[in-house]
């Protein structure tokens, strides 16, 4: 595990490298540093939280640990790396391709965004996108999954070094509470997640309980544009 760990790093690592150049734009909010810090991270985890994708098959797992990096100052994107613990498909151990029965890994992307409607004055929206797409090996059952969420978080234009997300609860239409932001030509975009097992595809959502609490490595700021 401890390899597969390490391996998924040095791949977001040269991912941070080559996106590190991207700079703000006037419509996304931007992550802020003090003087002179060119890096941080933000970490949340949990041993108890439940936690599930929600689609044509429920997944479902207890715990997870979430790390969410950015390497350049006056950049509102990064690598992220989701951990999932104890997923089980039924009665069925699931893993990420290369981990050990029960262990999901999700290497990605992310970016602070606003939401195109709704939200309050100091939320503001981590979109996540699967990079690339997931496989989930549930003894013999191969689940695919694709796309992005969004996650409501706060606090926005605040010097902290605390911040809460929440996915919301997945509806009957397996959609999180906010589908839709506005992209970095003030256009309103929607996400969605995907999946597909054995020829079928279906729309998906994750669901984790509770609020997530992000510690930051340092002082950050999510600004508005």
Sequence with gaps: MKRHITLAWLTLTLTALAISTASATATLPSVLFLSGVKSGTLEAASKTAATKFVGITNITGTGYRFNLTDNAEMTSLGPALLWFLAFIFGAKKCRANGDTAGNILI?????????????????????????????????????????????????????????TAATGNCSGNRMPAFVDYLNDAATSEAVGLKSETGGLKS?????????????????????EP
Excluded: R
């Design 107 to 163: 290497p990605g992307l992310w970016h602070t965004v606003l939401a195109a409607t709704g939200g309050g004055a100091n939320l503001f929206l981590i979109l996540f996108l699967i990079s690339p797409s997931l496989t989930m090996e549930c003894e013999g059952t191969d689940i695919v999954i694709t796309g992005s969420e969004l996650w409501d978080a706060e606090p926005l234009d605040k010097e902290v070094t605390a911040f």
């Design 203 to 223: 729309a998906t959502c994750l669901e984790v309980e509770g609020t997530q609490n992000y510690t930051a490595s340092q002082m950050t700021e999510v600004m």
